[in-house]
């Protein structure tokens, strides 16, 4: 077995079943890469102190540039006996160039390494979830844009509420979309502060730069304190806090679709290449896409409560504890990824039925407030004009009529301020047209907003 990095004041061997369970070499290989990214600047760094000459810098460069290729081409020797993957990579470095690979890890510790690992694999993710996020928006902006003049029924309590425009429902999905971009560029800010040179809690008696290996990695300055830079995980913790939000913003986008591809809603066409079929009934086509990002929000909630707990108790600085950080770190980016991912494919490609929609809005009353607000702008107090459309909807049950069905006449028998134009008011088309103002259901506000939303997107 290959021998322990810290063995030397060790009498007997590990425990096989403890070098397993303290080992995390089998997950935290996926930061492979971004170790090696940090151990380049930190050489780099040492050797421009003084620490390493420039003969020492290049050799271990040299070494860690062929790891990083045995890591890609998968022919890297893991092993768990060297517990996780900075021990790993380290050891291999001394094998291949030799004893100059054991002055890699001077004046640093495996803390202050995993603490900056963690961040650049984070920052990397971050990047690619702002890119799909980016895409979906403007997928949904164009889709609002076509259907800015479609009128749906809107709901509250899932019961018919007021008409309003298909596109004024995508841009309120796209609403909450932009929140989460911006959490997400707010949590990549304070992630982006190097703990390097931190070393295990209290710094190092080297000469070292840290501005320079924050500079080297991209990081926009060193963390201000070793005791906390080594310990902080809160930058994981806001990651989870926004992917819980964003799955939370999908799952209710994805309930709807869910609502809306049933053939008791009809409104929207999912097509055959996001759903499946059934083993047993052969006229099914289920929304399994939309179901199954409205599932997976439970298992990125739950990492969020996961990592919160796991960081609650722990005293200062670092302890072992932080290993099980990773996991739900690294599903959680999966999986907000794919579900973006997800959504970003399927929202181009949804079919509005148009008729269906615009059938349903007539359905339930739905311009019953036009007709009071119609009432107050003949003179009639709102309360009293809220009353008077009661009994008129009332009435209209009993008739089994709408409230655009009823004769003058028996609309008259409500409120003498009842006229002729009392029908524009009552259409669909006039409702929605008249909820013109900035976040209005009307088309020229959707489109409007639909004009600003695409450039505030071309801004990021
Ligand atoms: N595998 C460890 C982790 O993920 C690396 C840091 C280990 N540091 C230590 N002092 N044991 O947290």
Redesign the pocket.
Known sequence: PAAKPWGGRFSEATDTFVERFTA?VSF?QRMALEDIQGSLAHAQMLSEVGVLSDGEYRKIATGLGDIAEEIKTGTFPWSVQL????MNIEARLTERIGPIGKKLHTGR???D??ATDIRLWLRGHIDRIAAELTRLQSGLVALAEREADTIMPGFTHLQSAQPVTFGHHLLAWNAMLTRDFERLMDCRKRLNRSPLGAA?LAGTSYPINRARTAELLGFDAPSENALDAVSDRDFAIEFCAFAALLLTHLSRASEELVLWASSQFDFIDLPDRFCTGSSIMPQKKNPDVPELVRGKTGRVNGHLVALLTLMKSQPLA?N?D??E??EPLFDTADTALDCLRAFADMVPALQAKRSNMLKAAARGFSTATDLADYLVRKGVAFRDAHEIVGQSVSFAIEQDKDLAELSLHQLQQFSGEIGEDVFAVLTLEGSVAARSHIGGTAPVQVRKACAQARSAIALR
Not at 83 to 86: A, G, I, M, P, S
């Open positions: 995390s935290d517990e996780d993957v900075h510790s495996r803390n390494q995993v295990a670092y072992k932080n290993q950080d990773k």
